[in-house]
Structures are given as structure tokens and as C-alpha cells.
């Protein structure tokens, strides 16, 4: 049977997080996290990455029970990778409070063999120098998707830029595409972008939407409009792994590109309705259709 | 033959206007203008508004060119209504220099008895206490459309929240819609703005796109991505002209109120790509109608 599985590699963590609707403590984050849950709707998922020995047995227990693969998750002696973070008013400014990496500061991700060759990978949002870990283990991927951050940008930007010559598609946001570029009009940083070596590049606007960037085609959706939003973290993350999950299910044409991106975003919309994977929790196959139909529907007019 | 012309009450002005690109100097400009121009693709249109002696006649003739009628516009003893202003580096905020509202000071429209059936009509965006003044004399109307800005919302609240119980349609940008509600969420906003009075809101998110509420329905697409912004002055005035201008030639089903808001996207791309009507001048339909078929490609998936 042909191999459809996905490899991600990145951060596993607990959160604390604040919104102007409520607070979570020491729930389930980190970018490898949410990804695999979101892709894990539509695709078999390998996740790397390392946790403490505090990583409650719950939580692993959340991601077997999507048939997360865990053989890659490393738990090292110590403690768990932790974030706390305060957002504003509008959801679109948030404050780091407090960053603790413990085990993950001395991750380097060591592939178990079986997992080389995923013919789908995502390098999730973590050190650009770990992604080029990664890259020389893996070989005869079909796709490397990688996402990246304004931290990375700023302070690897040689590792950054390395990345980029050797994957296939890149994920960041709108601020982040022009702080890469240095460009502020966003299709000429997406062009750019695509200078570095990837062939498309994807840059998320948040409640704006998205646009996809490649030298022979141009596609671009608003978000799914939602009249209550919770808690942000992990959206991007969730819209990367809704992505790879529908393409390593349906292949990789243009036209699956598209509804991809549609998909990413009707998972995106799920996850910042609650904190954490609280509102993916309870997501059903019913409930994507049926957004992805209103979202159809909210779009059209032909 | 069926009356399908459009009646728009509104500024002309001479505005001098500086960004990043460039600088115009005493150029055709207002809400009624940009409005009219954009509208003219598409219907009849009739302009009622004020202009000073010093109004340049080439203007005039510009407008005379697109079959726009003028029997609406004063011409007064003393100085054409001016603003300047300068854009920031992003295009997305501009501060106002200097506004001299000279004739338009005294302004009261009087419609001439021949335009007060006009099926459609654009109450752009000026004081709605003119609004008001123009709703008393019109009678046996299709379509009531309305524009408003944040000095309304602060400043005339009664006499807009007036003006909004005896409209169909408000236009209005995204941190307006926010304002006036005083509601975060742009839906929420949407929805709360129905109970005002509209039976449907276009809210304007700029280079984000606009959305369509109204009780029954949600559209919403993005903005024609354009690499070359060069001053968007007009840019929403000409899209509610391309919106109505094409209603008033189609009909008003809902699926024509879609195909309107793209047009209305299509028309306003092209306003922003250089100073005043420049850019307009010189579109033709072929134009129109091959950014249509390059949006309808670019947005689509199914």
C-alpha cells in the first residue's frame, strides 16, 4: 500500500495562556502538537520531538487516541518545554510572559529509521538549524513543508535561508514575509520568498485570510468568519496540519492545493474557538464538512 | 424603457495628496467623483453636489465624457471644496493636512425635480444630516445606498442612527464598523448595524476585502491582490460605484449583489494604481471584465 504518512518535527509544551475570554494553565501545546492533531482528520502522523518526565500521561494518551504515531517523542529526564503568553483586546497582539525550554534546549532530533523516509514532512515552527538536522536524515520525500517565525528570521536568518534551498513549501505570516523580505507589499515578498528556493510559499493574514504564492499560480481565500474567537495559539500550526493532512490524503495537484487550503482553514477556525485542542477534541467529520460547505457557499460567486 | 439610472449626492473636490509613490497636486477628487467615474462603467449616473467658479473645466468635461450628469452640480460663487493629505509608508494610515470646505460649506442639495425618481441612489460619504436632507425629497426608490466615516459616527450619531433606519444598504470600513458598534468582532459588528436599520452591510477591510452581511446571507471575498499601490484615495468611493453601477444594469438578486461586490473589488484595483482618475481614465471593459476572469481564477476551488 502506498505510503501516505506524514513526519513532523517540532515542539511539544504545556501553556499558559490568557485572552480576554478566559485562561488556561498547563494545557497541551506547542507547534508539532497542534499540527499532528489537525493533520491527524486526514492522515497518518509520526511526531519528533522531546518532552519531560512532568509530560502528563493524559496528554499522550490525547495524541494515541488519533493514532498519533509517538515512537519519535522523546521523554527526557527533566522538565517540559513551557510557554505562557497574554493576548490583547483584538486577539492580534500577544505578550510573551514567560518561556521556559528545559528539555527541548538541547533537542536534536534524531529520526527512528522507519521514519525517514515519510514521503510527507513538516518542519515545524523551531530552530532553522534543526530543520537542516532533520533534512539530512530524511530521504525520497514527495514533500517538505517548513513554517518559520519572526525569531528565526532575525537571529538564524544564514540557517533560515539554508532551509529554504531545500524544501518545498514555506509557511509564515504577513509581518513575517515582509521582515524576510523586506518588502511591504505582500505579493512582491511572496515572489521574493520564492527566490529563496522554495516552490510556493503560503502566507497566513489570520483573520484575513491567506494567500498562496507559486511562479504559476495565485490563490487566495478570507478565513472562515467566526463571531466568537477564544484563544489563537496553535492556529497556524492546526492550518499547516489541516494542509498536509488533506494533500498526504488526496495527492498534490493544483486543484487539491486549493481545497487544502480551504481545509486549513475550516480546521484553523475550530481550534481558536477554545483553548488548547479543547474544541478539536470534539470535532467531528460532520462538523468540517459541514463548514467547509458554508465556507463554499460564503464565497461563491459564479 | 425602464429607469435604471443612479442619482449620487456627494463632494467634489480639488485634493493634493502625497505617498510614498508620488505626489498629486489640486486633482479631480470627492466621493461623489470617484463614485460617478467607477459607476459609469456600468449605468446612467447623476451627480448632485457643489463646485466654486474655479472648478477647472476640463474636470467638467472629464465627467461629461462618461455620460455623467451634471444638471445636479452647483456651480457657486467662491472656492471649490480642497483636501490634502499624505499616506504612511503602508498605505493604510493617512493624515489630513489641511481641509478647506469653502463652497461646500453652505451645501444643501436640491434635486433637480427630474432626478428625485431615480431608482438607485448613493448617499456618499458627507455630513447625514445632508443624507437626511435628500431622503425627504426622493421618492419611489429601488435601492437606498449610504457611505460613512468615522467623523459621522463621533460627531453626528443621532442624525446617521436617523439616516440608517431609512436605507438598504450601509457602507462602511471595518474600524467604522467597529466604532459604531462598539463591538470587536467585525460579524458582531455586522450584525448589530442590521438592527440600526440596513437591510444589508458591506463592511470595506481595504487591502483585506469586504464582506457582505445581511440577515440571510454572509459573503465575503478578498481584494484584487495588486503588486503596485500607488494612492487610495477614492478607492472606496469607486467601489461602492462599480457595486451600485452594477446593480443598477443587472438587478438585484443575490447573486447579482455577489457579482457586484466583485466588480465593485475589480474597479477599485484599479483606482488605487495611480493618483485621482488617472488610472480609470484610460480601463477599458476588456480590462474590467479580464481582472474578473483572473479574480474568479484566483479565488477559486471548486
Not at 177 to 193: D, P, V, W
Amino acid at each position: 500500500m502506498e505510503n501516505k504518512s506524514i513526519l513532523v518535527v517540532g515542539s511539544v509544551a504545556l501553556d499558559t495562556v490568557k485572552t480576554p475570554f478566559g485562561e488556561a494553565k498547563e494545557v497541551l501545546g506547542g507547534s508539532a502538537t497542534f499540527f499532528s492533531y489537525a493533520a491527524s482528520f486526514f492522515a497518518n502522523v509520526n511526531l519528533v520531538g522531546v518532552v519531560g518526565e512532568d509530560f502528563p500521561p493524559s496528554c499522550i494518551e490525547l495524541l494515541r487516541s488519533r493514532n498519533i504515531d509517538l515512537r519519535g517523542l522523546e521523554i527526557k529526564k527533566g522538565k517540559t518545554f513551557r510557554w505562557s503568553g497574554v493576548y490583547k483586546n483584538d486577539l492580534n497582539e500577544r505578550d510573551t510572559l514567560s518561556l521556559e525550554l528545559n528539555v527541548f534546549e538541547d533537542f536534536h532530533p534524531l529520526l527512528p529509521p522507519g521514519l525517514r523516509q515519510c514521503p510527507y514532512v513538516f518542519l515545524a515552527n523551531i530552530d532553522p538549524e534543526l530543520h537542516l538536522e532533520v533534512i539530512e536524515q530524511i530521504k525520497h520525500q514527495r514533500l517538505i513543508v517548513c513554517d518559520t517565525m519572526n525569531i528565526w528570521i532575525e537571529n538564524k536568518r544564514q540557517a533560515l535561508l539554508k532551509t529554504l534551498r531545500l524544501i518545498d513549501i514555506l509557511f509564515l505570516n504577513d509581518s513575517e514575509a515582509r521582515q524576510l523580505t523586506r518588502e511591504s507589499n505582500l505579493i512582491k515578498a511572496g515572489k521574493e520568498i520564492l527566490k529563496f528556493g522554495p516552490k510556493s510559499v503560503i502566507i497566513k493574514k489570520g483573520e484575513h485570510g491567506v494567500m498562496y504564492i507559486s511562479p504559476d499560480s495565485f490563490f487566495t481565500i478570507p478565513a472562515y468568519p467566526l463571531e466568537s474567537v477564544c484563544d489563537p495559539t496553535g492556529a497556524g500550526d492546526s492550518f499547516a496540519g489541516g494542509f498536509l493532512g488533506y494533500l498526504a490524503k488526496e495527492g498534490l495537484d493544483e486543484k487539491k492545493i486549493r481545497l487544502a487550503l480551504v481545509y486549513a482553514t475550516i480546521i484553523a477556525s475550530f481550534t481558536v474557538e477554545d483553548f488548547s485542542l479543547e474544541r478539536l477534541k470534539h470535532v467531528t467529520d460532520k462538523e468540517i464538512e459541514k463548514r467547509f460547505q458554508e465556507f463554499k457557499n460564503m464565497t461563491n460567486f459564479a
